[in-house]
């Protein structure tokens, strides 16, 4: 396929799927249920935490999250007390239990309280509010991310929930969240929170359905989903959009997803 013709293939997908029904089906939803930044970020770095297996186990564990938070997810994260974290212990999905749900309450108050915040912690120090430009590739941006957040004291079990792509992890939940927070709000999918992180330097939310797609559409030659990959498919769609590649995540998902 010649590539105006795939980027017209891209485009036709992106603009029947990134449109405000998808989120009906999908756990962005969750986060797009609130209207306060801090309570949005909140809940969604959770989330996507908990994104992996059958979407609608998500969405519903999700909406459990949110009712353990009293349906004020920012909040809960500044003040809960030890008795209000014991509640949380009930909590699992797939791996995910109540002991790592709690150190992820305590690691996002700590950079909160810390770090300046979520979007903080991603950024070098400094980082004007105004600026919105290239401060680092998105495996370092991750990785100082991961370091900040375990700063706390924590089992060594909940780490393997933040994904750590210099080990070669494709980090699909933490890439996928970063499209969330960081992607313009114009289509009512993604949320656009986030100002210091350029679109640009999105990294594609690799799964099984994107991988799939993308591979046969020519777009991803190597079989492993893994950082590498990543870094193949995100360079190969912005030969399409070198300022936004990662929208069409939307378009290569929802290519596949219908084609199951």
Do not use: C
């Not at 590539?3 to 999908?26: M, T, W």
């Not at 989330?47 to 999250?65: D, M, V, Y």
């Not at 999105?202 to 020519?218: A, K, N, S, W, Y």
């Amino acid at each position: 396929m010649k590539r105006a013709e795939l980027k017209a293939l891209l485009d036709d997908a992106y603009n029947r799927y990134a449109r405000p029904g998808f989120i009906v089906d999908d756990p962005i939803q969750v986060p797009r249920a609130f209207q306060a930044r801090t309570d949005a970020e909140t809940i969604g770095f959770l989330t996507a935490t908990i994104a992996w297996g059958q979407r609608k186990t998500i969405i519903r564990n999700a909406w459990e999250l949110v009712r353990l938070f009293d349906e004020r997810p920012y909040d809960f994260i500044r003040h809960a007390s030890r008795h209000d974290l014991d509640r949380l212990d009930r909590f699992a999905h797939r791996t995910f239990n109540g002991i790592d749900l709690r150190h992820f309450v305590l690691g996002l108050r700590h950079l909160y309280s810390t770090h300046g915040g979520i979007e903080d912690a991603f950024l070098p120090d400094a980082v004007p509010v105004e600026r919105a430009a290239s401060v680092d590739d998105m495996a370092a941006m991750i990785a100082r991310f991961r370091e900040r957040f375990f700063e706390p004291a924590h089992p060594v079990r909940t780490r393997k929930h933040v994904a750590d792509p210099s080990k070669g992890s494709n980090a699909k939940r933490i890439n996928m969240y970063l499209r969330w927070m960081v992607r313009p709000n114009d289509r009512g999918v993604d949320l656009g929170l986030w100002e210091r992180i350029p679109a640009k330097q999105l990294m594609m939310p690799l799964d099984v359905h994107t991988g799939r797609i993308g591979r046969g559409l020519g777009l991803l030659a190597r079989k492993q989903d893994d950082w590498r990959a990543v870094e193949e498919l995100t360079a190969a769609l912005r030969q399409f959009d070198p300022m936004d590649p990662v929208r069409y995540d939307l378009a290569l998902f929802g290519m596949g997803v219908s084609a199951k």
